[in-house]
Structures are given as structure tokens and as C-alpha cells.
């Protein structure tokens, strides 16, 4: 265990990835890590800048919701050797055969059934839900409440809003939200989301971008 943990990013999703650690991680230092905040107190605990808190050899966990902000402090965490730690509620629940990557933070009440592949930094927020059979690239946030049903397969870096749902895909035949890609709030997905596609509705339908 690390003498120094820090949470990166002291805004919203930091402050709620924070009560994760506390109590659970023995006599490690909890601090958050925010450059703009450096020097103060948040949720009474300090704020260090990254070059000081790097300079400590901590492990750091990754509390930014945005997927490609996230993927760059991954890299400049692995740039100065600090390793990614993640983060669980204890009310999580997790079944057969879940293989999950380094630095991932799960709220509570989320549910990882069976036969499920997760890459790095996963974001799961509350009550979000991961069905058998799916395959979760890195760096993928789930918003509060997302429904991921069986055989789905996101990529990298894509971001599920608040309450969206993603149909069961088949076994051979899996439904696809490509990398990059954004699910709007409240969106019912029943078909394939091409990489760097933004749906939404129910139906969720892509966004036509204005010329």
C-alpha cells in the first residue's frame, strides 16, 4: 500500500470518489491531486499540485469523468512511474469470471454480472449495471444509472449518459458503441453507435452536425 494516495481531480467526481477510500485503504495518506486547487482544503483533506504529489512515489487514482481527460493523466501518471488505483463501494457486486483492469472507481450499488471484460480507468457511477458477456475498452465512463445489457462491446474513451440503456446484443453478434463515442441522457440504444458518434433519443439517433 502506498504511504500517499491521491485522488485526481478535486471537482465534483473527485469529491464523490473520494469517500470510496476512506477508511479502506489502512494507513495510507488520502489526498486530492488539483493543480488549480493546490495549497487549499477540500472536504478536509489537502490539495497537492501533480509535481509535488508525483515526487512522493503514491499510486493515484483517476476521478475526472470526461474519458479523454482521463486517458492523458493516465499518461502522465505512467510517464512518472505512478500506478493507477482504483476505487469500490462495498455494496458493489460483482459475480462469475469479472476481469477488470487497473483503475477503475465503482460507485455503489453498481452490478458487474458474469463473463465480463473491463479495461483501464473504468468509470461506473451509481446504480449502473453491466450485463453477462460485455467487453468495456478503457478509459469508458458510465453515468449514473446506465443499463449495459448482455453482449455489448464499447470502446475506448466513449462516455454513457445518465440513464441511457443499450440493448442486448448476441452471442457472435454483439452490439457496438464504438471508441469515442458519447450516448446522450435518457437514450435507448438498439443499434450499433459508430466510433466518435454522438446518439440520443429513444430510439437514439446520431446528432447531424450543422455544415
Not at 462491446?153 to 462516455?159: F, I, K, L, N, S
Not at 446522450?184 to 440504444?189: I, K, L, P, Q, T
Request: charged share 15%.
Amino acid at each position: 500500500m502506498a504511504d500517499l494516495l491521491g485522488v485526481y481531480g478535486a471537482s465534483g467526481c473527485g469529491r464523490g470518489i473520494m469517500p470510496l477510500l476512506r477508511g479502506r485503504e489502512g494507513d495510507a495518506r488520502l489526498v486530492f491531486v488539483d493543480d488549480a486547487l493546490a495549497g487549499g482544503m477540500v472536504n478536509g483533506l489537502p490539495v497537492l499540485d501533480w509535481q509535488g504529489f508525483a515526487a512522493s512515489g503514491a499510486a493515484v487514482c483517476l476521478a475526472v469523468a470526461d474519458p479523454g481527460t482521463r486517458r492523458r493523466l493516465a499518461e502522465r501518471a505512467a510517464a512518472a512511474g505512478v500506478p493507477l488505483h482504483g476505487a469500490r463501494h462495498p455494496t458493489v457486486v460483482e459475480m462469475d469470471d469479472v476481469r477488470i483492469a487497473p483503475g477503475a472507481c465503482l460507485s455503489p450499488y453498481v452490478v458487474l454480472t458474469s463473463n465480463i471484460s473491463i479495461g483501464r480507468a473504468f468509470h461506473a457511477n451509481v446504480h449502473s449495471v453491466v450485463e453477462h458477456d460485455c467487453v468495456i475498452g478503457d478509459f469508458v465512463t458510465f453515468a449514473p444509472g446506465v443499463r449495459c445489457n448482455g453482449n455489448v462491446h464499447v470502446g475506448d474513451g466513449a462516455y454513457l449518459g445518465a440513464g441511457a440503456t443499450i440493448r442486448q446484443g448476441r452471442p457472435g453478434a454483439p452490439l457496438r458503441i464504438g471508441a469515442g463515442a458519447v450516448v446522450g441522457m435518457g437514450a435507448v440504444v438498439t443499434r450499433d453507435v459508430p466510433p466518435g458518434a454522438t446518439v440520443v433519443g429513444s430510439p437514439a439517433r446520431p446528432i447531424r452536425r450543422k455544415p
